[in-house]
């Protein structure tokens, strides 16, 4: 099958890569850009775990095109951010920090799917009620945990930015 060369802007950098027509943003990410944070976890768009940001907003990479994101000829792109792309001057950011520090997962496979979700939602709504959090989550599904840890978390992350501190255990 005949690629097609194309640019995507991804954590703040022009990417250029050859790709077949049908071939999924997911697979970009994974197999040309070595960006593996984001998961397959279902195949069908219901698990979140595959979840980006174009534009800051949350995105299901499994079900979306290379091709749709690439660069036009004017130039323009979306902006495609992934877990690799969240770090704060190469540390992790406050809803990393707190995942972390609460146990917000348990195998970890679906982490990063939330924590995009999670940093769309802070940023568009920086003092979220627990009604929010939920909504926002609804896309997200985890095997796991019983969610507790992981809106433990969340909510000590929402604090630590309230208050630019780490999201520390205390």
């Not at 049908?22 to 698990?47: I, M, N, P, V, W």
């Not at 796991?144 to 208050?163: S, V």
Request: glycine letters at 10%.
């Amino acid at each position: 099958m005949k690629k097609t060369l194309i640019e995507l802007r991804v954590n703040g950098r022009a990417r250029e890569i050859a790709v077949e027509p049908a071939k999924l943003l997911l697979d970009a990410l994974r197999q040309d850009l070595e960006l593996t944070g984001s998961k397959r976890g279902c195949d069908d768009s219901s698990c979140g775990a595959c979840t980006v940001l174009i534009d800051g907003t949350p995105m299901l990479s499994c079900t979306m095109l290379a091709e749709s994101v690439a660069m036009d000829e004017e130039g323009n792109a979306p902006e495609i951010t992934t877990v690799e792309g969240v770090t704060e001057h190469g540390a992790m950011n406050a809803i990393q920090k707190a995942y972390g520090d609460w146990g917000g997962s348990q195998c970890g496979y679906c982490t990063p799917g939330f924590m995009m979700t999670v940093k769309a939602l802070l940023e568009r709504n920086p003092e979220p009620t627990d009604d929010d959090i939920r909504r926002a989550l609804s896309g997200n599904l985890c095997r796991c945990t019983g969610y507790t840890q992981m809106y433990q978390a969340i909510k000590a992350a929402i604090e630590a930015e309230q208050k630019g501190i780490a999201a520390t255990r205390g």
